[in-house]
């Protein structure tokens, strides 16, 4: 079983950035993707942004596509999620999972294991 856990929320004011990370610890062979779903005040919870974990593939949704950039460093077990150009929009709590979904990973009904979220808050 994987355990995840999340850091770098925080608040931010409109077009600043922020890079949130996702530690992996624990059996790390079982997933296809990894990577970072959202859910806001009232909102449903959305996929953000996935990498594949056989050969990096990305995934982006289209409100983070230019804006958001994933990645993972394999030697520390660590994926990323550096986010550029904040909006009030992307305030939400971000959660680290993993998927095993090939055919929409981003899909956020699908996730087998979760962090416990890290909050990002971007307000002027």
């Known amino acids: 079983q994987v355990q995840l856990v999340e850091s770098g929320g925080g608040f931010v004011q409109p077009g600043g950035s922020l890079r949130l990370s996702c530690a992996i610890s624990?059996?790390?062979?079982?997933?296809?993707?990894i990577g970072w779903f959202r859910q806001a005040p009232g909102k449903e919870r959305e996929g953000v942004s996935v990498?594949?974990?056989?050969?990096?593939?990305?995934y982006y949704t289209d409100s983070a596509k230019g804006r958001f950039t994933i990645s993972r460093d394999t030697p520390k077990n660590t994926v990323y999620l550096q986010m550029t150009n904040l909006k009030p929009e992307d305030t939400a709590v971000y959660y680290c999972?993993?998927?095993?979904?090939?055919?929409?990973?981003?899909?956020?009904?699908?996730?087998?294991?979760w962090g416990q979220g890290t909050l990002v808050t971007v307000s002027s």
């Open positions: 990498i594949t974990q056989k050969d990096g593939r990305t």
């Open positions: 624990g059996s790390t062979l079982d997933y296809y993707a």
């Open positions: 999972a993993t998927t095993s979904y090939h055919w929409y990973p981003l899909d956020p009904t699908q996730p087998d294991a």
